[in-house]
């Protein structure tokens, strides 16, 4: 059910910006896009989410297209304790489920 | 954030008895808590969303007389497995919804892992 897709894996060099994509086609006008991030053997842990303007908080910037189709997750430097698995959802605000997709593994290499 | 305790972190049991896992939002009120179950190298799979005072909603596929769901009160959600067999060892995360000031946003506990043997 998730209706987001995202690549399986990316790498990133420690200091260096990651950009991570995801696309929501189906994404309808008061879906909102979330951003989660798992790190191994824990609770997704939030970062991030935004409707069509541009976000940005203390871990992350949200890149939404004007078409709403597709949206990237930049970390501005990353380090090695951002190495995790990247889920991108779509919500509507009032509802409940969060269906997750196969999210993206980052890496970040020293 | 919100926090969104687990307990216990882990857990083994014995193969045919029952564990109960429980899930606290620790500063806010939540009407609403998840339940997802994870293996290994896979995403998190949607079980159940439990409301508070009234019957758990299950995902299809889920038996809901093996993985009973208790939210008595806005703070506590209770899974608990029933008659547990090895192949119901996983890592299991609730979540809590957070109040309409959050956006709603939906924050996760660190997770329960259980091991039956």
């Known amino acids: 059910d998730a209706k987001t897709t995202q690549p399986p894996s990316m790498d990133c060099a420690e200091g260096r910006a990651a950009n991570l994509p995801c696309n929501h086609s189906?994404?309808?006008?008061?879906?909102?896009v979330y951003w989660y991030r798992q790190i191994h053997s824990q609770g997704p842990q939030y970062i991030i989410h935004?409707?069509?303007n541009n976000e940005t908080n203390e871990m992350a910037s949200l890149i939404i297209t004007e078409d709403r189709k597709s949206s990237t997750l930049i970390l501005p430097h990353a380090t090695l304790r951002d190495t995790a698995v990247y889920y991108c959802?779509?919500?509507?605000?009032?509802?409940?489920?969060?269906?997750f997709g196969t999210g993206t593994s980052l890496t970040v290499i020293p | 954030g919100a926090v969104v305790s687990q307990h216990p972190s882990w857990v083994i049991c014995k193969s045919g008895t029952s564990v109960k896992i429980e899930c606290r939002s620790l500063?806010?009120?939540?009407?609403?808590m998840f339940w997802y179950r994870q293996f290994p190298k896979q995403s998190l799979m949607l079980m159940a969303t439990?409301?508070?005072?009234?019957?758990?909603?299950?995902e299809q596929g889920v038996e809901k007389d093996k993985f009973l769901i208790n939210h008595a009160s806005l703070t506590l959600s209770t899974l608990t497995v029933t008659s547990a067999h090895p192949e119901d060892s996983s890592f299991y995360i609730c979540?809590?919804?957070?109040?309409?000031?959050?956006?709603?946003?939906?924050?996760f506990g660190e997770g329960s892992w259980l091991t039956v043997v």
């Open positions: 189906t994404i309808s006008g008061n879906e909102y």
């Open positions: 979540s809590a919804r957070g109040a309409a000031e959050s956006g709603n946003t939906i924050y």
């Open positions: 500063d806010f009120q939540a009407t609403t």
């Open positions: 935004g409707l069509k």
């Open positions: 959802i779509v919500r509507d605000r009032t509802g409940n489920q969060f269906y």
């Open positions: 439990s409301n508070e005072g009234s019957k758990a909603t299950y």
